[in-house]
């Protein structure tokens, strides 16, 4: 005999939104009592009614880049030109969407013994932001190294905040790197390219049992869980999660 699992479905009012970084926006909307989810999950989000769409429809999956302590459910994106996007930029505060979830695997390991590494690209820092949030709040003792890169500093949802975060975390180190410093009107004194086995190793010498999360555009998803692997990263060892067309 089958059984029909039904997640949880709500309606939800958008309470405020902002940029985060050039071209990201974060939104954040109600979350109802007693609704829970786990740092990492990810939720599908469906426009009511809205003023336009298109072919690639009304609803759009986001992960959760608030944590389970936060007042508010918090996603953010890269705002395309699409009629989903202006949509929710222009829809007025108090405006309701539909929320189905949480879903997803993409969360911290329980054996706190083993490190945790973190490899984000660009808008693939949402579920790790929640994480890390959550971490210092719980105050667990999971050592965690959050490997993180975009183009320039301007292009980083949450840096300043991942950054002012370490003070506030003993366990966890950030390790950001730009890959185009020269287009940028910021400083930077952190590292340089892509992340590579070079990086890892400089900063993982010291980490015990390592699991790898990686989240970021499809390209460098699979490039870097191909890394891992070349140097000998279990396979069981390795969560992803594409964030396409974001």
Sequence with gaps: MS??????????????????????????????AGWAFKPGQFVDMTLLDPLETDSEGNTRTFSIASAPHEETLMVATRMRDTAFKRVLRAM??????????????????????????????????????????????????????????????????????????????????????????EKSHRPWHGEMGQISKEILSRYLKDALSPSYHIAGPPGMVKGLHTMLTEIGVDDADIRAEEFAGY
Excluded: C, W
Aim: glycine share 6%.
């Design 92 to 181: 007025p505060l108090a405006t309701t969407v539909k929320i189905e979830g949480p879903f997803g695997t993409l969360i911290l390991q329980n054996n706190a013994a083993r490190a945790a590494v973190l490899l984000a690209g660009g808008i693939g820092i949402t579920p790790f932001r929640s994480m890390l949030v959550h971490a210092a709040n719980a105050t667990l003792s999971h050592r965690m190294f959050l490997f993180y890169s975009n183009r320039r500093p301007e292009d980083a949802p949450f840096l300043d905040e991942l950054q002012a975060l370490e003070g506030k975390h003993q366990h966890y180190t950030l390790i950001a790197t730009m890959t185009e410093m």
């Design 3 to 32: 059984t029909t699992v039904t997640l949880p479905t709500f309606l939800s009012k958008l309470n405020s939104r902002q940029e985060v970084a050039e071209g990201t926006m974060v939104f954040r909307f109600e979350k109802p």
